[in-house]
């Protein structure tokens, strides 16, 4: 069964930096593409970073030159290196793991950012 860990979340002032962790288990990581995905307050969940097995990453445009995913397949755990934060980053952020097709999510980390 997979399982999906997430931490890293917090509240931050604007400018800063967090860094997110998605730890999977049940699967074998190195074989899946992962990535993150955000809902903010009253919107629709958009893809904000998503990395192939292969390590080849990209990035929603609003995120672009300021986050930065990535993956260790001996830790079994994919980071979102998240820098220069905004108010509009602030979202409960979720991982996804791709098994055959099949989208596993993990429970969610919120990521506050003040102004």
């Known amino acids: 069964q997979v399982q999906l860990v997430e931490s890293g979340g917090g509240l931050v002032q604007a400018g800063g930096s967090l860094r997110l962790s998605c730890a999977a288990s049940?699967?074998?990581?190195?074989?899946?593409?992962m990535g993150w995905y955000r809902q903010a307050p009253g919107k629709q969940r958009e893809l904000v970073a998503h990395v192939t097995n292969a390590d080849y990453s990209e990035y929603a445009d609003s995120v672009k030159g300021r986050f930065t995913i990535s993956r260790d397949n001996a830790k079994n755990t994919v980071y979102l290196q998240m820098d220069s934060l905004k108010p509009e980053d602030t979202a409960v952020y979720y991982c996804?793991?791709?098994?055959?097709?099949?989208?596993?999510w993990g429970q969610g980390t919120q990521v506050s950012v003040s102004s």
């Open positions: 049940g699967t074998l990581f190195r074989f899946r593409d």
């Open positions: 996804y793991l791709n098994k055959f097709g099949r989208d596993y």
